[in-house]
């Protein structure tokens, strides 16, 4: 999704996001992130300045936070935070959860081997998920999977202390430990790709 992203000709129009629209946005999230409070995201998505919304493309739609500039008499920039795509859940972006390394997004973890594919832009296999004792997600109960399909979901990997990725499950937890092949996780966004490179969106 941002393998080539370049936010000089890729952005195109940019608005202020409606306070409700925002109210909207925080309620997703803590929707797809149970561990997250109001609290937590009031704080680092205050009602002022708004956040603006930013179109690439025909059908994706990137939330900007407005930082100061620690410099004296630099004016301040926007910066990705989230992302969306059509009507698919809000993803949070790299650089806003390596910011906040302590935030419990939902997440799983993939074993060592599937770390070069996913760097390269590939999508999470199913295999990355299960095989390995250094692959983690969450437990499936008799009460349903700890994931279900179209969940967001922040993707680490073995051995290492940043999330590496962002993407979306393709089908639930319970499914990928069944079927164990096939793609398990579409990834929209990963370490090293253009918007991770991004630095503001002027």
Same mark, same amino acid.
């Given at each position: 999704?941002?393998?080539?992203?370049?936010?000089?000709?890729?952005?195109?129009?940019?608005? /202020?996001? %409606?306070?409700?629209? /925002?109210?909207?946005?925080?309620? &997703?999230?803590? !929707?797809?992130?149970?561990?997250?409070? #109001?609290?937590?995201? #009031?704080?680092?998505?205050? %009602?002022?300045?708004?956040?603006?919304?930013?179109?690439?493309?025909?059908?994706?739609?990137?939330?900007?936070?407005?930082?100061?500039?620690? /410099?004296? @008499?630099?004016?301040?920039?926007?910066?990705?935070?989230? $992302? &969306?795509?059509?009507?698919?859940?809000?993803?949070? *972006?790299?650089?806003?959860?390596?910011?906040?390394?302590?935030? &419990?997004?939902?997440?799983? &973890?993939?074993?060592?081997?599937?770390?070069?594919?996913?760097? @390269?832009? *590939? !999508?999470?296999?199913?295999?990355?998920?299960?095989?390995?004792? @250094?692959?983690?997600?969450?437990?499936?109960?008799?009460?349903?999977?700890?994931?279900?399909?179209? #969940?967001?979901?922040?993707?680490?990997?073995?051995?290492?202390?940043?999330?590496?990725?962002?993407?979306?499950?393709?089908?639930?937890?319970? #499914?990928?430990?069944?079927? !164990?092949?096939?793609?398990?996780?579409?990834?929209?966004?990963?370490?090293?790709?253009?918007? $991770?490179?991004? %630095?503001?969106?002027?």
């Amino acid at each position: 999704m941002f393998r080539k992203f370049d936010p000089s000709s890729d952005v195109s129009t940019s608005t /202020q996001v %409606k306070a409700s629209v /925002q109210r909207a946005i925080k309620s &997703q999230i803590l !929707n797809a992130n149970p561990e997250l409070t #109001d609290e937590i995201l #009031d704080e680092l998505l205050p %009602k002022k300045p708004p956040l603006v919304q930013y179109k690439v493309g025909p059908h994706l739609m990137l939330y900007c936070r407005y930082e100061e500039s620690d /410099q004296e @008499g630099v004016s301040g920039s926007e910066i990705p935070v989230f $992302f &969306q795509e059509r009507d698919g859940p809000i993803l949070p *972006a790299l650089k806003f959860i390596h910011q906040y390394p302590s935030l &419990q997004f939902t997440s799983v &973890q993939v074993d060592k081997g599937a770390i070069p594919f996913l760097l @390269g832009g *590939a !999508n999470c296999m199913c295999p990355g998920l299960t095989k390995s004792p @250094g692959s983690r997600m969450a437990e499936d109960t008799e009460e349903g999977p700890g994931l279900n399909k179209g #969940d967001a979901v922040i993707v680490y990997a073995e051995g290492k202390e940043h999330a590496i990725a962002v993407g979306v499950m393709t089908m639930s937890s319970a #499914d990928v430990r069944k079927e !164990n092949k096939g793609i398990g996780i579409e990834i929209a966004h990963f370490l090293g790709d253009g918007l $991770f490179q991004t %630095k503001e969106i002027k």
